[in-house]
């Protein structure tokens, strides 16, 4: 009949003989040097008990591993029995080698009783299967797992007895060694075993309604690392309390360093800096020294996270802690509060202006310094200073203040600091405010879009609009879109945002193709954090489709600087939009700072003069109208459109056509309207053509 193996078991069965030899050793050496005889005597019985479960269980864990083509089973007075040969062996084998004087003859006879009685084990838990026709035997495959059976014992005596001293060097690797050898010699008298095994075709197990073979090899697992585990901890219990003291004094040491420290970066923790600053507030109360908390938060930090991955962000942490030690005094406390969050604790300060000066030379040495770690990229702070009396006497109003002052000072530019200020907290909690009403916004339909339109250069005549997000809240009033964009940006609220911005264009649009009115082209503004959206690119087709819109309908318009911030990725992303149909727009031109081959390699449709730019054609003259001319003849040279943005007046119009300037779009022009008014606006269009 067919066998097979299940490798993991017999990997297992072999783990079990290893530790049972290993026990067995350890054990010897335990008992020989025991002075009682009633205690050896004891400890033989135990260590039988242990030992032959060990081998016993090996035996079953390995018979687990091995299948046939038939259920199987084994009795349970059959296999009580083999257990009770593998403690007989066990102590039989305990007690010729703790005796005083081990032979020549005496370690023979042990060796061949012990291995007597280990391949009757094997035999009888065989026999315990009640196999119908009965298991036959191949003659030489018995005869050598008896050989084997007999070499291992002898061999396990003698190795026992020459590792008994504790005292030896290296004693433990020793007993580890000659455990391998022993379970290696353990494991291959069974597999000689069941090798001389032939299961006639058809057999039938007898016990295969007995003990379950799963429930037997599991039970029997657990038993036995639980019986040799405990009999090995007894046994080396004395040898190992100072090992045992040193090692929870050791873990008592990394569980205060893990409630103290912050784990990335080696620097204290929020709990450690609480502490700090709370003795700080009691020696300043009774000496009345100044001293300032510097709350930094890193500039850009998410975009690292999101595009280099968390493994370069924990780099880039571990690398700014040691760099911000070596920018501080050395009596500073440093700590990381969490993510990108830093704060430094500066005491004994004698002026506000020291603390400017500190947080000046942080923003300075990381602007310049020269740095020995390996980390390429070079990261900066923005930092909040708040005080101490003048800007809170307790932990949670400093830091709250600090972090409230770093915010602004990422408001004022970024890569820079501020000092807390009262006025901040009113700002603070318009901020909060406006992230509530963004918040609800979009589920109370507060929002609604305007379209501001553009026309033709040369024949003045419409030519698509530009979708415009507004805001009105019910506690708050209108809020413009230079103060709730900027937040709903840092905030993430942007994404979906943005989101509901095209949906509802698109409905716009098939709105007043269902009237019967031209298509037209919408242009809708993207944002820095919808462009690190992987998928951007598939959720915008899958709006515009589901809407019913043709793709070529809506442009979308990048910012010059935010394309350039990551320009391959920008080219990309475009290459993907005109791929689906979308028409691609190069927002606020001549506001940053661009690469000219990198202008070329996008390809977009459109550049979007800014009006900074529409109004310096009457504010600066000829230079004004030169620099114009020259962006106009760019974007003509590399095949792309002009929209001039921000016109306001006729001389501004009329040089702008003078420079065949593609599109406009202004307040001269038309203002922003509803979508029934650019509606009634494409009605005239379409009336007049």
Not at 19 to 45: C, E
Not at 77 to 87: E, R
Request: hydrophobic share 50%; aromatic share 8%; glycine share 8%.
């Amino acid at each position: 009949m067919q066998s097979s193996y299940n490798l993991w078991l017999v990997a297992m069965s072999f783990v079990v003989a290893t530790l049972a030899s290993y026990t067995a050793l350890d054990l010897t050496g335990r008992i020989f040097l025991l002075d009682s005889a009633r205690a050896r005597h004891a400890w033989r019985l135990g260590g039988a008990v242990a030992l032959g479960v060990g081998i016993w269980s090996m035996h079953f864990v390995a018979m687990l591993a091995f299948s046939l083509p038939i259920p199987l089973g084994y009795d349970f007075a059959t296999t009580a029995a083999s257990l009770g040969l593998a403690i007989g062996a066990s102590y039989l084998a305990l007690f010729v080698t703790t005796r005083a004087q081990l032979t020549r003859g005496r370690l023979l006879a042990g060796g061949v009783l012990m291995g007597l009685g280990i391949a009757g084990m094997h035999y009888t838990g065989m026999a315990a299967l009640r196999m119908s026709p009965a298991i036959r035997y191949q003659p030489a495959w018995f005869a050598g797992s008896l050989a084997i059976a007999i070499g291992a014992s002898t061999t396990a005596l003698w190795m026992a007895r020459a590792l008994s001293d504790d005292d030896q060097h290296h004693v433990v690797r020793k007993r580890f060694a000659a455990a391998l050898v022993m379970g290696i010699a353990i494991t291959g008298m069974h597999y000689t075993a069941m090798a001389a095994a032939d299961f006639a075709p058809g057999a039938v197990c007898g016990a295969a309604r007995g003990v379950n073979a799963t429930w037997l090899a599991s039970s029997v697992i657990l038993l036995t690392f639980g019986i040799l585990i405990v009999t090995l901890i007894l046994s080396r219990f004395d040898a190992r309390t100072a090992f045992l003291a040193g090692a929870v004094s050791s873990l008592n040491g990394q569980l205060l360093r893990l409630a103290t420290l912050d784990t990335l970066t080696g620097l204290p923790n929020r709990s450690t800096l609480t502490e700090r600053i709370e003795r700080a507030i009691d020696r300043a109360h009774r000496q009345r020294p100044l001293f300032a908390i510097l709350f930094m938060d890193l500039d850009g930090f998410k975009t690292i996270n999101d595009s280099l991955g968390h493994s370069a962000g924990d780099a880039v942490l571990s690398a700014f802690a040691q760099r911000l030690l070596r920018c501080v005094r050395a009596h500073d406390t440093v700590a990381r509060l969490g993510g990108d969050e830093f704060v430094v604790l500066a005491e004994n300060l004698d002026a506000r202006e020291d603390a400017g000066a500190l947080a000046e030379g942080v923003l300075e040495r990381m602007r310049s310094g020269s740095w020995a770690d390996s980390q390429p990229l070079q990261v900066m702070p923005s930092i909040g200073i708040a005080l101490y009396p003048h800007d809170g006497d307790t932990v949670e109003t400093l830091l709250k203040h600090a972090d409230t002052a770093m915010y602004e000072a990422k408001r004022a530019g970024r890569s820079t600091y501020r000092f807390f200020e009262r006025s901040m907290n009113e700002a603070a909690t318009r901020t909060l405010q406006v992230q509530s009403a963004l918040h609800h916004g979009l589920a109370a339909d507060h929002f609604w879009l305007e379209f501001q339109p553009k026309f033709h250069g040369g024949s003045g005549s419409l030519a698509g609009a530009e979708a415009l997000l507004r805001l009105h809240d019910p506690q708050l009033g209108r809020l413009t879109p230079r103060e709730f964009i900027p937040i709903a940006e840092r905030s993430g609220q942007i994404v979906e945002i943005g989101y509901w911005v095209v949906r509802e264009t698109c409905r716009r649009i098939r709105g007043w193709i269902e009237q019967g009115l031209p298509a037209t082209t919408v242009a809708i503004n993207l944002s820095p954090r919808q462009l690190l959206h992987p998928d951007l690119v598939a959720t915008m087709l899958g709006i515009v489709e589901a809407e019913g819109v043709a793709c070529e309908q809506i442009m979308f318009e990048i910012t010059e600087t935010v394309a350039m911030h990551d320009a391959p990725r920008t080219v990309e992303i475009i290459r993907t939009f005109q791929a689906n149909g979308f028409a691609i727009a190069i927002d606020d031109f001549g506001t940053g700072y661009s690469s000219l081959a990198y202008l070329q390699r996008f390809r977009v449709k459109q550049l979007k003069i800014d009006r900074f730019f529409t109004n310096g054609l009457d504010a600066h003259g000829p230079e004004g109208s030169a620099i114009v001319a020259a962006i106009i003849a760019l974007a003509h040279s590399l095949e792309m459109d002009v929209v001039a943005e921000g016109v306001e007046t006729e001389s501004q119009l009329h040089l702008l056509r003078s420079m065949k300037c593609d599109q406009m779009q202004g307040f001269l022009l038309g203002k922003p309207v509803s979508a029934y008014d650019f509606g009634e606006l494409l009605r005239r269009t379409m009336m007049t053509a």
